[in-house]
């Protein structure tokens, strides 16, 4: 089955810091993929919307320039929580799209983020 | 724009019995899919079953089973015989039909198996 992995499944920075966490697709090409944020015992909240080889699609009231994605390959795209604060800590999941016919969404691990 | 609605915050079962789980959505579109997901402890999201809205036939998987009323824009997930590993969150999510669409969630409710 199709495979999403996330590195690091664990991060603690400190404040003003950067992080970047990674989304793979171990066996399969996806040209696009999705950043989401869940808070405790909430649902998952989409961040954006990351397509290979173009810019991001942001959903509203995300701060582009805090949550930096970069879809450089069809197997890979990236996070940069850029000067990271602790409202910042959360859990951070990708998931990427798979083929035809269902286009399903394979999820990653997920990476739970503590700022300091 | 979509919504899911997961009117139930937290359920409770006993081990072996059966449980259903209820989710609505308001959607001006024909065709879409629906999902169930399962979050357990680890907080990896696992896909429980998919329900293609042109199919008149309800999906089953094993255990699991849905309740699809296209009209009613009701869409239940029925659990049979209930395990200690069902426990977990489960998230009920809407699709539009293009390849790139993303997901809609509802809130989630979390499931607790009692032996």
């Known amino acids: 089955g199709a495979v999403v992995s996330q590195h690091p499944s664990w991060v603690i920075c400190k404040s003003g810091t950067s992080v970047k966490i990674e989304c793979r697709s171990l066996?399969?090409?996806?040209?696009?993929m999705f950043w989401y944020r869940q808070f405790p015992k909430q649902s998952l909240m989409l961040m954006a919307t990351?397509?290979?080889?173009?810019?991001?699609?942001?959903e509203q009231g995300v701060e582009k320039d805090k949550f930096l994605i970069n879809h450089a390959s069809l197997t890979l795209s990236t996070l940069t929580v850029t000067s990271a604060h602790p409202e910042d800590s959360s859990f951070y999941i990708c998931?990427?799209?798979?083929?035809?016919?269902?286009?399903?969404?394979?999820f990653g691990p997920g990476t739970r983020l503590t700022v300091t | 724009a979509q919504t899911v609605t997961q009117s139930q915050p937290e359920m409770s079962v006993q081990e072996a019995e059966t449980v259903t789980l209820s989710c609505t959505y308001d959607?001006?579109?024909?065709?879409?899919?629906l999902f169930w997901y399962k979050q357990p402890p680890s907080r990896q999201m696992i896909l429980v079953i998919r329900?293609?809205?042109?199919?008149?036939q309800n999906a089953t998987e094993n255990r699991f089973s849905v309740n699809f009323q296209k009209a009613a824009k009701s869409f239940s997930l029925k659990i049979s015989d209930s395990q200690l590993g069902d426990a977990a969150m489960y998230f009920c999510?809407?699709?539009?039909?293009?390849?790139?669409?993303?997901?809609?969630f509802g809130k989630g409710m979390k499931l607790t198996v009692n032996p």
């Open positions: 329900q293609e809205a042109y199919k008149q």
């Open positions: 999510a809407y699709r539009g039909q293009g390849g790139s669409e993303k997901l809609v």
């Open positions: 998931s990427a799209i798979g083929a035809l016919p269902t286009y399903e969404q394979y």
């Open positions: 959607t001006s579109e024909s065709d879409y899919y």
């Open positions: 066996d399969f090409q996806a040209t696009t």
């Open positions: 990351s397509n290979e080889g173009s810019k991001a699609t942001y």
